[in-house]
């Protein structure tokens, strides 16, 4: 096999992503997946502003919007009793989609493939094993259809990725110490637009609404809480979770009906220590995991796609040398804000899952001060890292911000 520019390892939303970004630059792109149809899990339904400005110029953002996807316009941490206590009000960010987007992650699988490049290819229920490499170099992929070589080989095969440890980039793990049990729920009309996370004594709870009227929702739990538990046992640990969340009573009805349709998933961070070999460029969770609590994860990987294919177009051919300079441009420039990005998100779980009086003291902090937490909404959306400086974690904890009434200069311009 041959004729192809770049080979893209995995067709989840990274890799697909990859393909529509670098598919848009002419090149010729091949798509492998051992899956034949995508898996239907509960994770990767909420982008960000920035995905949404990045995803309109591939003409993603229209597809899933004639196809229901629901705006969103804040992200709320809220005490168990359903009381605002930190708000992240979108509508301030200066974007032309000052909102988030929502829908279903096999949908959002489906409007990507729609809107693919004429030169790009999906190929289903192909094995791929490990990288070709000539002279030190990856210049393919290894797959039980056979070899194909390609000037540039993404690998985009998930968390435990076989083509990251087959080009020997090693990476640390850390699982958190629970899990969140995610629920579809049907028929929840009344919940507002908006992703709400709330503080309880047992952990997080977080919901928003999915088209055709359905809810998300996530239950923190202990790795091994719901297993065995039969449809009694389901159900009294269901009246466990609303009786210790009062806000959650406008779902109780579908929370009890929708018990039966859980997935339970694992929470981890991770961040390879480098993203790329010559020839080979990590994206997604094959590079780097965060914790869901910010919706951070799918919209990682797109920011990786489009960094990708940023550098590659600056480099002007996939002659090898330009290729690995460009990668090389790609991984540090990747690294250092998703370094950043994963600590957002990790202080952001810690906020809302910890008991600790620290981690509610700075939840507590950031949601009364609103410069802070104008530029933390600045980095979660993605439309920018915005660091916070020693004094402002201070401020977070309760020292007195005398500017913490003055918004930063991008949002007094909105």
């Known amino acids: 096999m041959s004729g192809y520019d770049v080979v893209v ?34 994770k990767g339904e909420v982008l960000q502003p920035g995905s949404l400005a990045i995803l309109r110029g591939w003409g993603v953002t229209d597809l899933l919007e004639r196809a229901g996807a629901v705006r969103l316009s804040k992200l709320v941490a809220r005490a168990a009793d359903g009381r605002p206590r930190m708000v992240l009000d979108y509508g301030r960010l200066p974007t032309d989609q000052p909102w988030l987007l929502a829908h279903d992650y096999p949908s959002i699988l489906e409007a990507l493939t729609g809107a693919l490049p004429s030169g790009v290819e999906v190929r289903r229920g192909v094995v791929f094993d490990q990288p070709l490499w000539t002279a030190g170099r990856v210049t393919g992929v290894r797959s039980d259809e056979g070899d194909i070589p390609a000037s540039l080989v993404v690998a985009a095969d998930g968390i435990t990725s076989r083509m990251r440890t087959a ?4 990476t640390e793990r850390h699982d958190y110490a ?18 709400s996370a709330y503080v309880t004594e047992d952990g997080l709870r977080v919901h928003y609404p999915l088209p055709r009227g359905r809810v998300r929702l996530y239950v923190q739990v202990a790795p091994d ?51 790329v070999v010559p020839g080979l460029a990590l994206v997604g969770e094959s590079g780097h995991s965060m914790h869901p609590m910010a919706a951070q994860g799918m919209n990682s990987a797109i920011a990786d796609a489009h960094e990708l294919a940023t550098v590659l177009r600056q480099g002007g051919s996939l002659a090898p040398g330009v290729v690995d300079h460009a990668l090389r441009r790609y991984d540090n420039a990747r690294r250092i804000d998703l370094g950043r990005v994963g600590r957002v998100s990790h ?11 620290l981690a509610q003291r700075a939840l507590t902090g950031t949601g009364r001060n609103d410069r802070i937490r104008h530029e933390v909404m600045h980095t979660v959306s993605g439309l920018g890292v915005r660091r916070l400086t020693l004094l402002d974690r201070l401020h977070q904890l309760g020292l007195p911000d005398p500017r913490s009434t003055r918004l930063p200069t991008w949002a007094r311009a909105r």
């Open 167 to 170: 080009a020997r980039l090693s």
């Open 178 to 195: 629970h899990r969140l049990a995610a629920f579809e729920l049907a028929g929840a009309d009344t919940v507002d637009r908006d992703v």
């Open 9 to 42: 390892c995995g067709a989840g939303v990274a890799g697909l992503a990859a393909a529509c970004a670098l598919g848009a630059l002419g090149h010729r792109v091949l798509v492998l997946e051992k899956r034949l149809m995508p898996a239907p899990v509960a």
């Open 225 to 275: 809480e719901l297993r065995d538990l039969e449809e009694d046992g389901l159900r009294r640990w269901a009246e466990r979770v609303l009786g210790g969340c009062p806000g959650l009573a406008p779902l109780a009805s579908v929370f009890r009906d929708g018990l039966a349709r859980k997935q339970v998933l694992p929470a981890s961070r991770s961040l390879a220590d480098s993203l």
């Open 347 to 357: 202080n952001a779980a810690r906020m809302i899952i910890s008991r600790s009086r």
